[in-house]
C-alpha cells in the first residue's frame, strides 16, 4: 500500500490518500489545463505581433478562451494619444454601449485615474448612481457589467493605454490570475506598439507610392541590368500596348530607337550622379530625362530613378518668342529705314510727279521720268508693307482674306525672288470667303512657305525654277497651297521638319524656328497645314483654314 501511494505521488506530484487521490488529480488537470489555455493566449497575442489582423479579430480571439478558464463577459481597448483616452475596441460589441472611438474626458474618469496610478485596478460597479462618479460606471452599468479588472498598457516607459476586462458577476482571483493577466497585459502593450509602427510605416509606403502614381511625368525604376523594376501611371498611359509587359522589359527595348537614353544610363553608371539629356522619342515629342542613381545604405548603387518630362509644347513656345523677338527687330529696323527713306521719297515722288506734267519735255525724258515715279512708288509700298508685316503688336483677329496676305508678302520679297531666275506663279480664288484671323501673322505663313521653296530650288540645277501658291476653298475650308520644283524633303526627314530648330540648311542659313512658327499660328487660327513632298522633285505646303460662312470677300 505505502508503495501504490509513493508511486502515485511520484506520477502525480501530488500527497494524497487513497480516498482523496481522485479528487486532487481532477484539481491538478484542471489547473493544468487552465495553465495550457493562459499560454495559449499569450501565445496568440504573440503570433498577431507578426500577423496581420483587427485588434477586433484580436479581442474576439482573447475573449473567446478566456471564457473558458474566467467567468469575463466584456473586453475592452481604450488607446492613449496625448492627452487623449480613445475607446477604441469592444468585445462583443453589443456591450459597447458608448460609440467606438469616442474620447473618454480626464475629469470624473476611471480609466485615467489607473493611467495616473500606472498599476493595476480591481473595481466593483455601484448598484446606483452616485454624486460625481465615475464615467465609466455608466457604461459598465449600462452593459450589466458589476465588477471589473483594468490592467495599464506600459511600452518604452509609457502608458500607452488601459485594457479592462468586465464581468456581470463579482469577480474572483488569486495571484496566479493576477500574473497572467498583467502579461497578457503587456503583451497587448507590446501588440499595440508593433502595430503603430508597422501602421506608420504602412502609412509611409502607401504617401510614397500615391505620390509616385500621382507625378503627371513618366517614372521608370530601373536596376543594373536594365530591366524595369517599376512604373508609374504616367508611363503606364504613354506606352498603354505594353502595360502589362513594362515591368521586366529592359528600358533599352522599350526605347529601343532613342539610344539617348542608354547613353544617359551608362554616364549616370559610370559618374554614380544625377545626369540630364532631352530626348526625341520617335514620335517627335521632345522630353527632359533625368537619370538619378539610387544607393543603399552602405552607398552601393543598385539603380536607376529615369524622369522623364515631356517639353514639347514648351520648345514650341520658347521658338514662337525667339522668332517674336526676330520680327521685333525687324519691326525696329524698317522704322528706322522707314523714317530716312520717307523723307526723300517724298521729295523724289513730288518733284517727279511735277515734272511729268511739263508738256515741253522730250517723249524720252517723259517716258523717264514716268519710270521714276513708279519706283519712287514701289519703294514705298515696300517700306509700308514691310512695317505692316513686322508690326508688334497683339494680334486682334478680325476677317480678312489669304489673297491680301498673299498680295502682301509677294509685294516684300517677289521681285527678289524673281532676280534670282525663279518664277512665281499666282493663282488666286477671287470668290474666296473671308477667315476670322489676324492678317500678320498669316502673312508670316506665306512668307514661311514662299521663302522656304526659293531655298529649295537653289539646289536644283535640272528643272524649271519655278514656285505656285494657289489659294482654293472646299465646302468647309479655306486654302493656301504653296509648291516648288526643287530639291524636296528626304523621307528621314519629313517626320522632324516641323519641330523646333530642326533644320536641313547650312549653319548660319536657317534656325529651323519657320515652320514650327507657323504650324503654332496655324493651330491658333482652328487650322493645320499638310505637307508632301518627292526627293528630288519637290514639296508642296497647304495652310487649311476654317471659314466664315456669314461672310464674303
Excluded at 484671323?437 to 530650288?457: E, H, P, R, W
Amino acid at each position: 500500500m505505502l508503495e501504490r501511494q509513493t508511486m502515485i505521488e511520484r506520477l502525480t506530484g501530488v500527497q494524497s490518500s487513497k480516498r482523496s487521490y481522485y479528487t486532487e488529480l481532477k484539481n491538478t488537470v484542471a489547473e493544468l489545463q487552465k495553465k495550457n489555455m493562459q499560454l495559449e493566449i499569450i501565445h496568440e497575442v504573440m503570433k498577431n505581433l507578426n500577423v496581420e489582423m483587427s485588434m477586433d479579430d484580436m479581442l474576439k480571439n482573447i475573449m473567446d478562451k478566456l471564457i473558458t478558464i474566467f467567468p469575463f463577459d466584456r473586453i475592452s481597448l481604450s488607446i492613449r494619444n496625448g492627452d487623449e483616452l480613445v475607446l477604441s475596441n469592444v468585445y462583443p460589441k453589443k456591450l459597447g454601449y458608448l460609440p467606438r472611438n469616442v474620447t473618454l474626458s480626464k475629469e470624473h474618469s476611471l480609466y485615467w485615474k489607473v493611467i495616473e496610478k500606472g498599476k493595476m485596478h480591481f473595481h466593483q460597479v455601484p448598484v446606483e448612481a452616485v454624486e460625481n462618479e465615475f464615467i465609466e460606471n455608466q457604461i459598465f452599468r449600462g452593459n450589466g457589467i458589476e465588477s471589473a479588472l483594468l490592467f495599464p498598457l506600459h511600452s518604452k516607459g509609457m502608458i500607452t493605454g488601459i485594457v479592462s476586462i468586465g464581468s456581470m458577476g463579482i469577480l474572483s482571483y488569486d495571484e496566479a490570475d493576477l500574473a497572467f493577466l498583467q502579461q497578457l497585459a503587456d503583451q497587448f502593450a507590446v501588440c499595440l506598439e508593433n502595430v503603430r509602427l508597422y501602421n506608420e510605416v504602412l502609412n509611409s509606403q502607401k504617401e510614397w507610392e500615391d505620390t509616385f502614381r500621382a507625378v503627371v511625368d513618366m517614372i521608370f525604376v530601373v536596376d543594373l541590368q536594365g530591366t524595369i523594376v517599376k512604373v508609374n501611371e504616367q508611363a503606364i498611359r504613354f506606352f498603354h500596348p505594353l502595360h502589362d509587359q513594362l515591368v521586366g522589359m529592359k528600358i533599352q527595348d522599350v526605347f529601343h530607337r532613342v539610344k539617348d537614353i542608354s547613353k544617359l544610363l551608362g554616364e549616370s553608371l559610370q559618374t554614380k550622379q544625377a545626369c540630364h539629356r532631352e530626348v526625341r522619342l520617335p514620335d517627335n515629342r521632345i522630353f527632359e530625362t533625368f537619370s538619378n542613381p539610387v544607393f543603399n545604405e552602405e552607398q552601393q548603387m543598385y539603380g536607376f530613378i529615369l524622369y522623364m518630362k515631356e517639353v514639347s509644347e514648351k520648345k514650341r513656345i520658347e521658338s514662337q518668342l525667339i522668332h517674336s523677338g526676330k520680327l521685333a527687330a525687324i519691326g525696329e529696323l524698317a522704322a528706322g529705314v522707314a523714317h530716312e527713306l520717307n523723307n526723300p521719297l517724298t521729295a523724289i515722288l513730288g518733284n517727279s510727279q511735277l515734272l511729268v506734267r511739263d508738256v515741253k519735255l522730250e517723249p524720252a525724258a517723259h517716258n523717264l521720268l514716268v519710270g521714276i515715279n513708279d519706283c519712287g512708288k514701289r519703294c514705298k509700298n515696300i517700306v509700308q508693307n514691310l512695317l505692316t508685316f513686322s508690326r508688334q503688336e497683339e494680334y486682334l483677329f478680325q476677317a480678312c482674306s489669304l489673297n491680301e496676305a498673299v498680295n502682301q508678302i509677294l509685294s516684300l520679297v517677289g521681285y527678289q525672288i524673281e532676280m534670282q531666275n525663279i518664277t512665281i506663279t499666282v493663282k488666286k480664288d477671287d470668290s474666296l470667303p473671308k477667315i476670322n484671323g489676324s492678317l500678320q501673322q498669316l502673312g508670316q505663313i506665306v512668307l514661311n512657305f514662299v521663302l522656304n521653296a526659293k531655298d529649295a530650288l537653289e539646289q536644283n540645277t535640272v528643272r524649271k525654277n519655278e514656285i505656285m501658291i494657289e489659294t482654293s476653298q472646299d465646302h468647309a475650308w479655306v486654302q493656301l497651297t504653296v509648291s516648288d520644283t526643287g530639291s524636296g524633303i528626304s523621307s528621314e526627314h519629313q517626320s522632324e521638319i516641323f519641330h523646333p530648330f530642326f533644320t536641313t540648311k547650312p549653319v548660319g542659313q536657317g534656325t529651323g524656328l519657320g515652320l514650327s512658327v507657323s504650324l503654332g499660328i496655324a493651330q491658333a487660327h482652328g487650322g493645320f497645314i499638310e505637307m508632301t513632298s518627292r526627293e528630288g522633285e519637290g514639296s508642296t505646303f497647304m495652310l487649311r483654314l476654317p471659314k466664315i460662312h456669314t461672310e464674303r470677300t
